[in-house]
């Protein structure tokens, strides 16, 4: 049974500082992993997604890495801003990404 | 134009009631998916339909019972409501086959009295 685990559960950096979100899962044979964040009282939104061959996938400040073998992958988010405040939700897809495992979340807050 | 609209947002019901929440998508995606979100935040898939055929059915209470009347819609009944049936219920959808990501609806803040 697949496990996703997200490492810190909380973070608070200052304004523009560099910060890395890390996830790990028990199960390498997956299928593709997604990153997304949640602002309180919506939904998810879909940040990065990186199919099971791909290594990294990068949007504006934010790079993603895959590395299936150690069963981790990692959020890079460069010069934070007060607006990346939300929680970042790391979740693996296995069999065609039809079901989705996901992490406990890493809640962040960026202060100004 | 929300891609993924799901109603109503919040649902306050005693223990023992039949509620339904109501979810619609015009992505055009091809299926449907109910996640459960507890308290402590913790998202678990429920039920996945693929053009109004059930995919996925994880273990939850036969007291749940979803139903697709067409590809754009995946209703969720439950019925005899308990106090541990109180989270946040989110409905998404996505291409099948592709390598598309989810897309998630606002979700239900649904609480048993």
């Known amino acids: 049974k697949q496990e996703v685990t997200q490492i810190p559960a909380a973070l608070s950096v200052p304004e523009g500082e560099n910060l890395v979100l890390n996830c790990s899962f028990t199960d390498s044979a997956i299928y593709n992993l997604q990153w997304f964040r949640q602002d309180p009282g919506k939904g998810l939104t879909s940040l990065l997604l990186i199919q099971s061959s791909q290594r990294e996938q990068t949007s504006g400040r934010l790079n993603a890495s895959l590395d299936k073998s150690s069963g981790r992958s990692t959020l890079y988010i460069a010069a934070s801003q007060p607006g990346d405040s939300a929680t970042y939700l790391c979740?693996?897809?296995?069999?065609?990404?039809?079901?989705?495992?996901f992490g406990e979340g890493t809640q962040l807050t960026v202060n100004p | 134009d929300t891609a993924v609209s799901q109603t109503p947002k919040y649902l306050v019901t005693q223990m023992g009631n039949d509620k339904s929440i109501k979810c619609e998508q015009n992505l055009g995606h091809d299926t449907m998916y109910w996640y459960k979100q507890d308290s402590k935040k913790f998202l678990k898939i429920m039920f996945s339909y693929n053009n109004k055929e059930l995919i996925i059915n994880e273990t939850v209470p036969n007291r749940f019972s979803p139903k697709s009347p067409d590809k754009a819609h995946l209703n969720l009944h439950i019925n005899s409501l308990e106090l541990g049936d109180s989270a946040v219920y989110f409905c998404?959808?996505?291409?099948?086959?592709?390598?598309?990501?989810?897309?998630f609806g606002n979700g239900t803040r649904l609480t048993v009295t």
């Open positions: 998404a959808s996505s291409q099948e086959g592709d390598y598309s990501p989810l897309h």
């Open positions: 979740a693996v897809g296995e069999t065609s990404g039809s079901r989705l495992t």
